[in-house]
């Protein structure tokens, strides 16, 4: 469970298209959990959790996207 309280007992997560081909530094995210986006490292995923609300994840991905 996230800290915010969210159910992430069922989070299908995936690997981000930006991984590099060495399984390096990357994240993770869950689809499927209704109304946010949750977050990982993918080198801790029993570590903590990022939840971004699914409002704020577009943005936040194109704020990213100019770094």
């Known amino acids: 469970m996230a800290t915010n309280g969210t159910d992430l007992s069922k989070a299908v997560w995936r690997t981000s298209t930006y991984t590099n081909g060495d ?5 993770e995210v869950a689809d499927g959990v209704a109304g946010v986006v949750p977050v990982r490292d993918s080198k801790r995923p029993d570590g903590g959790v990022v939840v971004v609300s699914a409002a704020a994840w577009g943005p936040f991905v194109a704020a990213l996207k100019h770094c």
């Open 23 to 27: 399984n390096g530094d990357c994240v």
